[in-house]
C-alpha cells in the first residue's frame, strides 16, 4: 500500500484542541472503513477512532468517547480526527490506517510515520 501521510500534530495545553488529518491513496480510502491508533511512550499502539467507508458509523476507545470526533473526506481522500479537551494521557504518535471496524484491528501491516501529539499539563 501506498503510506498514508499524517500531520497536525503539536503541542497543546490541557484542555485543548487539535485537528489531524491523514491523506491515505484512493485505493485504500476507497475500499476500506479508516481508523486512527495512538502509540504513547513504552505503551503498545491502541485503537483511537474509525468510521465506515460509507461515513454513517463512528466508533471510539472508550478514554476518547465524547471529546475526540472522525470524519472523513472522500473528494480529497482524507480522514481527520478533531480532538477537543485535551488530556496529558493524550499525549502519543498518531497514526491512520485502514480498519477492521468489528475487531478494531488494523489492515495494513505497515504505518506511515504519524504526528506527534503532546498536551502539557
Known amino acids: 500500500q501506498v503510506q498514508p501521510v499524517e500531520s497536525g500534530g503539536g503541542l497543546v495545553q490541557a484542555g485543548g484542541s487539535l485537528r489531524l488529518s491523514c491523506a491515505a491513496s484512493?485505493?485504500?480510502?476507497?475500499?476500506?472503513?479508516m481508523g486512527w491508533f495512538r502509540q504513547a511512550p513504552g505503551k503498545e499502539r491502541e485503537f483511537v477512532a474509525a468510521?465506515?467507508?460509507?461515513?454513517?458509523?463512528?466508533y471510539y476507545a472508550d478514554a476518547v468517547k465524547g471529546r475526540f470526533t472522525i470524519s472523513r473526506d472522500s473528494a480529497k481522500n482524507t480522514v481527520y480526527l478533531q480532538m477537543n479537551s485535551l488530556k496529558p494521557e493524550d499525549t502519543a504518535v498518531y497514526y491512520c490506517?485502514?480498519?477492521?471496524?468489528?475487531?478494531?484491528?488494523?489492515?495494513?501491516?505497515?504505518w506511515g510515520q504519524g504526528t506527534q501529539v503532546t498536551v502539557s499539563s
Open positions: 490506517n485502514a480498519v477492521n471496524t468489528f475487531t478494531k484491528q488494523p489492515v495494513y501491516d505497515d
Open positions: 484512493g485505493r485504500t480510502f476507497s475500499t476500506f472503513s
Open positions: 468510521i465506515r467507508r460509507s461515513g454513517g458509523n463512528t
